[in-house]
């Protein structure tokens, strides 16, 4: 079966401090990767979703950037971050546009 | 550009009692998806509808999609604590890989 590991659960980091969440799937090949944001009770923000290696496109004009080096890796970075990028951050697969997307357990990232 | 809003933001009501949350999208899609967030937690998918008329139920839960009304809704028969969360709809983008998040529902039942 397919499973989705994210990770770190929590992180505090000071204003200034690089980013780097890792997303990765387990049980699937080619699987369409997505970064979502959740600000605190609110709605997902889509972020960057990516349907193959190297091939990132971005929603959201930001401080962030995404990766895809392999090809069940999604990686979300940040060189500088800022109090605005705390947030609940969420990785999730699906396999095609027939089906739902499947979410990691989410990283809490707040930003001191 | 697709926007997908949901009604009521919040609701509070008691157990025992029915009601519907609606899911309003701005441009055509065929593919509607509902998703449960306990506080604190990822997101669970609770139902897959990809045409027209389709109706999905799971317990005290039952979805269904007007395509052609651009509405999606999420029935609630007979609520229990337990289905106290957040819903959240998301449609899929025609033509793309995404998947565009409705605000979410607050749903909170009382004893």
């Known amino acids: 079966s397919q499973t989705i590991h994210q990770w770190p659960a929590t992180l505090v980091q000071p204003v200034g401090s690089p980013l780097s969440l890792e997303c990765t799937v387990e049980?699937?090949?080619?699987?369409?990767l997505y970064w979502y944001r959740q600000a605190a009770g609110r709605g997902l923000q889509l972020l960057f979703y990516?349907?193959?290696?190297?091939?990132i496109s971005s929603e959201v004009p930001q401080n962030l950037s995404a990766s895809r080096p392999q090809d069940r890796q999604f990686i979300l970075s940040s060189k500088k971050l800022l109090l605005s990028d705390s947030g609940f951050y969420l990785c999730?697969?699906?396999?095609?546009?027939?089906?739902?997307?499947?979410f990691g357990q989410g990283t809490r990232l707040t930003v001191v | 550009e697709l926007k997908v809003e949901q009604n009521p933001l919040f609701l509070s009501m008691q157990e025992g009692k029915n009601y519907t949350i609606y899911c309003n999208y701005s441009?055509?899609?065929?593919?509607l998806y509902w998703y449960r967030q306990d506080p604190g937690k990822s997101l669970e998918s609770l139902f897959v509808?990809?045409?027209?008329?389709a109706v999905k139920q799971e317990g005290r839960l039952m979805a269904s999609l007007d395509t052609k009304a651009r509405l999606s809704t999420l029935h609630i028969t007979a609520a229990v604590h337990d289905l106290s969360a957040t819903y959240f709809c998301?449609?899929?983008?025609?033509?793309?890989?995404?998947?565009?998040f409705g605000t979410g529902t607050r749903l909170k039942v009382l004893a």
């Open positions: 999730a697969w699906s396999p095609d546009t027939a089906t739902e997307a499947f």
């Open positions: 049980g699937t090949s080619n699987p369409n």
């Open positions: 990516s349907v193959g290696i190297g091939q």
């Open positions: 441009t055509t899609s065929d593919r």
């Open positions: 509808l990809l045409s027209n008329g």
């Open positions: 998301a449609v899929g983008a025609s033509g793309t890989y995404k998947y565009i």
